[in-house]
């Protein structure tokens, strides 16, 4: 430091007068160039003899703690002077401190300076950069700069952004604990705590704590039960989370059963089994099913009266058996004789109407649609056992074309209870008399004969013009630019990324939609909520993930579903991929409030169940209401249905409906329907008197809970008929009440014309997605390729100020299951592949560039683009690949 103080003394006088002499040649220099840099010091002096100042040290960037202020040094030989450059300005000299040294082995001049910088100089500077210093060192031939170095003021809030979550893991399954450290600078580092002592991943192979933060525990073992704790630290301070809780699991099954005991005196054998292999541990499930079976035997150890079975005499068991056989005999005639009662009295009590009829309603609780129009002198009868809302297709298909929805004036109607049917006192349904031609819906002179419930085949032949759909099916062949292949108005659709497809390849990819009946039977509560969706071919190898858009019928809520994704395996089996909250790296899901967006490296058929958690859980049903003429001129037949609310549920009707020449009366409405086990009812109110007219006990229908929530997508509908006083009623207004018990309702409001010429068509589907099913290259994708490009390159790059792929995914509300992101080459990519996937109708480049911009990585709105530059992008990346 003397040295330092040398700066005031003889010599260093003399150096700042040589100094100061620099500084009035470079302002001379300047004007004579016509240049104002604004700079005092020189750039360069003339050309003398020696070298340029190299630096033996540079500033670092550093860190101000609190308030205390840091120090910034540089060192240079050979060098006359060395100052510092802060923020484009030149510091003070008098607040450099200056050591000068000779280099022995060079015999050249060293000269070391060092400046502080305060917590205040930083907070009152505002610029787009971090405050940074430099260093410049001038020798006889010249000047040299240094690098530049940063100084922050170092802080770590106290709040964690992501907690980590205490879990319940089934032994084996996979445990992720997310956490995201408090905003801090420099970047906080993460360390990991079980029961308070530090995790080591070096040592477990089983345990990664690389990936983002999080914990990830790949086979959860009994072991890893224990609290978890995320800490955070750097040079300012330590943090602590919150402690999570996990618990592993083992659910409990049972051993192999024992053989059977030997044969009791009461003819019984037993055997058991115990809920040991494993035992249930941590809270797992007990193993289901029984413990303990009995059955009978008849071995020579079974005895009666203390005598084996085989010495008792047959007589006497003849004289036992007798008895029964006698009393059940008497018990049965006493019942027939109080049915038989009971019918009379009915029938009795109906005789006001003036037509034969008895409400199956009456007996068994179910409403029946009848119809008023019905005349004492028929000469067809027929006998049906039931309510008459229709699932089953086949029946749908016969009931709709037979004459109980067009009504003959020779026909009539007998309708029994099942209560009586299952007695024997009707044994089947009935057609009986004459072959009967008229003029139906579709033109079709059709013929009924003697048919059995369980035997369609009579009618089936007549019904040959009936489409027989199984599946929608759709096609595309795709190469390495990727695509977009679309199920028109089904609500399903592929998603190819560009280079999942090797190049030089092109594949013929197929997707198609079960229209049969679901191969996915549901077990206890669980319901389907979406429709069976295959993808193919099996064998292809996908390099990146696709995406498949599946819609659903749940309202979205993880507090009262649980939901899975389900595949299908080559044997016909259905095995669970995945629930749609858990960790998983194999495969991701996106549930959105009408489909889920799936992520998979494997074309297969896929599902979605859902196991209600409470009675809260809600799936929403698509209602809607259709109308055409009967066959009797005066009569209007109405049909509503209530299906889920899927679009390819609501196309299966509305292509049923077209070959019944039925026509949509007013836009389908969503209704809410709860799983608390209450029916649905369907009631059509407000009938213009005088007008229309329907039979009593039918203008409200009843369809049982279970058949409405496990619906698996068939169409359910239940059917009306209105008759018209006069010809001339043309017009028809009512309202068609959908409601559930103790639940939510809808009204649809019908105000139309019967005849056609005069009636108001009703679109089904937006026409969104009907005209291109299959889409390739540039053009299937919403992100032009360059901008996409630039936003991977920029985000997949980890910052310092966090603002990487992880933002990119929060900015775009994906918050859960990171972890799997992780794990793919380019994260932004995947990323952007579901935003393609989510965005396909609306292409909101703009709520993208907002988000971009919220980050703060990029100020170019993209919705800007025009026309010509997409054009020009999707050029120039075909002639780059080739094309």
């Not at 006889?140 to 802080?155: C, D, E, M, N, Q």
């Not at 032994?171 to 990991?192: D, Q, Y």
């Not at 395996?569 to 889920?596: H, I, N, R």
Request: glycine share 6%; charged share 20%.
């Amino acid at each position: 430091m003397g040295r330092a103080s040398a700066a005031v003394g003889g010599g260093g006088a003399r150096r700042w007068l040589s100094w100061l002499g620099l500084c009035f040649w470079a302002a001379g220099a300047a004007a004579a160039r016509g240049t104002d840099n604004g700079e005092v010091l020189p750039d360069s002096i003339p050309s003398a003899p020696g070298t340029l100042p190299h630096f033996i040290e540079e500033p670092d960037d550093a860190y101000i703690i609190k308030s205390n202020p840091i120090a910034l040094r540089c060192k240079a030989r050979p060098a006359m002077q060395i100052f510092f450059k802060c923020n484009g300005e030149w510091v003070h000299q008098n607040e450099h401190v200056s050591e000068e040294s000779l280099d022995e082995s060079s015999g050249l001049k060293v000269r070391e300076v060092f400046i502080n910088v305060t917590r205040q100089q930083v907070e009152d500077f505002h610029g787009p950069e971090d405050y940074w210093c430099q260093c410049v060192a001038w020798s006889h031939l010249g000047t040299s700069k240094s690098r530049k170095a940063s100084v922050r003021i170092a802080y770590l809030r106290k709040n964690f952004e992501q907690d980590p979550q205490g879990r319940e893991v089934p032994i084996e399954g996979m445990i992720v604990l997310h956490c995201r450290p408090p905003e801090g600078v420099p970047a906080a580092e993460v360390e990991w705590l079980k029961n308070e002592e530090p995790i080591d991943s070096e040592q477990d192979e089983n345990i990664d704590t690389r990936a983002d933060h999080n914990l990830i525990i790949r086979q959860a073992r009994l072991s890893d039960s224990g609290n978890y704790t995320c800490m955070a630290a750097n040079i300012v301070a330590k943090r602590r989370s919150l402690s999570a809780t996990v618990v592993v699991y083992v659910d409990g099954s049972w051993e192999v059963w024992s053989e059977w005991s030997v044969c009791s005196p009461d003819c019984e054998h037993l055997r058991i089994r115990e809920c040991s292999a494993p035992p249930p541990r941590n809270g797992g499930k007990f193993c289901e099913g029984l413990s303990q079976e009995s059955e009978n035997c008849t071995d020579g150890l079974c005895t009666l009266d203390k005598k084996p079975l085989h010495e008792i005499k047959p007589q006497s068991i003849e004289n036992a058996s007798d008895i029964a056989l006698y009393s059940g005999l008497g018990a049965a005639v006493v019942a027939v004789a109080v049915l038989v009662i009971g019918v009379t009295l009915y029938r009795r009590s109906q005789s006001d109407y003036g037509v034969d009829v008895i409400d199956s309603s009456a007996l068994t609780g179910n409403s029946l649609l009848l119809n008023s129009a019905m005349q004492p002198d028929l000469t067809v009868s027929r006998t049906y056992s039931g309510p008459i809302c229709l699932q089953d297709p086949l029946d749908k298909e016969l009931m709709t074309e037979s004459s109980l929805f067009n009504p003959l004036s020779d026909i009539k109607v007998k309708v029994q209870s099942s209560f009586m049917v299952s007695l024997g006192v009707s044994e089947r349904a009935e057609y009986h008399g004459k072959n009967h031609s008229g003029t139906f819906p579709h033109g079709n002179n059709r013929s009924f004969s003697t048919m059995h419930p369980r035997n369609k085949t009579p009618y089936i032949q007549n019904l040959s013009s009936l489409p027989t759909r199984t599946e929608l099916r759709t096609t595309g062949v795709f190469g390495h630019l990727g695509g977009r292949l679309v199920m028109p108005n089904t609500g399903v659709s592929l998603l190819i990324p560009h280079g999942a497809i090797p190049e030089e390849n092109s594949w013929e990819i197929y997707m198609s939609i079960n229209q049969g009946e679901p191969s996915l039977q549901s077990d206890g509560s669980e319901v389907l909520l979406s429709p069976e969706v295959t993808c193919g071919p099996p064998d292809i190898i996908v390099t990146t993930p696709f995406a498949l858009t599946i819609p659903h019928c749940a309202d979205v809520s993880s507090e009262h579903w649980n939901i899975h994704l389900k595949k299908r395996t080559q044997q016909g089996k259905w095995e669970e991929v995945m629930s749609v909250e858990d960790e998983s790296t194999s495969c991701y899901c996106l549930l959105d409030p009408f489909a889920c967006h799936v992520l998979l490296d494997s074309f297969g058929t896929y599902a979605l169940t859902g196991e209600p958690i409470t009675d809260c859980a809600v799936k929403q049903l698509k209602v809607a209401v259709f109308g055409c003429m009967s066959c009797n001129s005066l009569d209007y037949n109405l049909r509503v249905y209530c299906v889920d609310n899927t679009p390819c549920a609501f196309q299966e009707v509305v292509s049923d409906e077209r070959h019944q020449g039925g026509q949509l009366l007013e836009e389908p409405k969503l209704l809410h329907f709860k799983g608390n086990t209450f029916s649905l009812q369907i009631s059509v109110l407000d009938i213009p008197p005088f007008l229309w007219r329907i039979k009593p006990f039918t203008a409200c229908q009843e369809v049982p809970f279970s058949r409405v929530w496990c619906s698996n997508r068939q169409p359910l509908h239940c059917a009306f008929s209105l008759e018209r006083y006069t010809p001339t009623t043309t017009q028809l207004s009512c309202k068609i009440c959908i409601r559930q018990l103790k639940g939510h309702e809808q009204i649809l409001q019908v105000q139309t014309s019967i005849l056609e010429s005069e009636r108001e068509t009703i679109t089904f589907f937006a026409q969104e997605d009907s005209s291109f099913p299959a889409q390739t290259g540039p053009k299937a994708f919403k992100i032009p390729y360059s901008i996409r490009q630039r936003i991977c390159a920029t985000f997949d790059t980890p910052n310092a100020k966090g603002k990487d792929w992880q933002m990119l995914a929060q900015k775009n509300s994906i918050n859960r299951n990171l972890s799997y992101f992780a794990t793919q080459s380019s994260p932004s990519a995947v990323i952007l592949n579901l935003w393609e996937a989510r965005h396909q109708h609306d292409g909101d480049l703009d709520s993208l560039a907002c988000a971009l911009e919220e980050i703060g990585r990029t100020h170019t709105k993209l919705s800007n683009i025009t026309e010509s530059q997409l054009d020009e992008a999707d050029f120039n990346y075909s002639r780059q690949n080739g094309l």
